[in-house]
């Protein structure tokens, strides 16, 4: 069965410190699509990066970078230097290419960054 | 300016009373799905179309409807028979294909 975990609920960090917002998958597809999410106060959901399952390359954007290793199941998401503007929820989803259900995301619970100054 | 709206942002109705929550979009996009989001959870899939006039049930259907009678538009109504119907709602539509969903801005509704 399709599963993403996102261990940790709550995080609260001082302004430049760097966070790690860890997530694992399961699956049983082997294509398949991971994602990264972020909820503000105001609740739309903002999209931050896709990955498929045959590219493990980690990525950097600007002070995000993405940790995607298929040995464990995990695409851990880290904010370097954090900002007060981070705070947020964070999502990790998961997207299965086969069973007819194209597109739809199966969602961790999510974890609740605070980033104090 | 391209995107999703979800209308009214805060709905409150009492006990027993059908709702409907709006969503419009105009990215051209075929897919269109509803989540509900409870406090503390992840996002839940109610139901999605990928087609017009066709959709599916999604993990959480019970008590809810929908329709897709416009590419655009796809309104979830809340029915009598959802249990526990306060939450905030949230739609998404994507292109064809596995890329990632644009989200509207939410729906919280209340039922007193």
């Known amino acids: 069965a399709q599963k993403v975990t996102q261990a940790q609920t709550e995080i609260s960090v001082v302004e430049k410190e760097d966070v790690t917002l860890d997530c694992v998958y399961e699956?049983?597809?082997?294509?398949?699509?991971l994602f990264w999410y972020k909820q503000p106060p105001s609740g739309e959901l903002v999209f931050l990066i896709r990955r498929n399952s045959f590219d493990e390359q980690n990525e950097i954007s600007g002070r995000y970078s993405w940790n995607f290793q298929k040995s464990t199941s995990s695409f851990n998401f880290t904010i370097t230097a954090s900002q007060v503007v981070d705070s947020a929820v964070y999502f990790c989803?998961?997207?299965?290419?086969?069973?007819?259900?194209?597109?739809?995301?199966?969602f961790g619970k999510g974890t609740k960054l605070s980033v104090k100054p | 300016d391209g995107g999703i709206t979800q209308s009214p942002k805060y709905l409150f109705r009492k006990e027993g009373q059908n709702v409907t929550l709006s969503c419009e979009q105009n990215?051209?996009?075929?897919?269109m799905y509803w989540y509900r989001q409870d406090p503390g959870q992840g996002l839940r899939l109610i139901y999605y179309s990928q087609i017009v006039n066709d959709f599916q049930k999604g993990d959480i259907a019970e008590g809810y409807s929908v329709s897709r009678e416009k590419k655009e538009s796809f309104p979830l109504t809340v029915t009598s028979a959802q249990k526990n119907p306060t939450a905030f709602y949230l739609c998404a539509s994507s292109p064809a294909g596995y890329t990632e969903a644009f989200f509207g801005q939410g729906t919280r509704l209340t039922v007193v």
């Open positions: 699956t049983r597809d082997t294509t398949y699509y």
């Open positions: 990215l051209n996009h075929d897919a």
């Open positions: 989803a998961l997207s299965e290419a086969g069973g007819g259900s194209q597109g739809n995301l199966i």
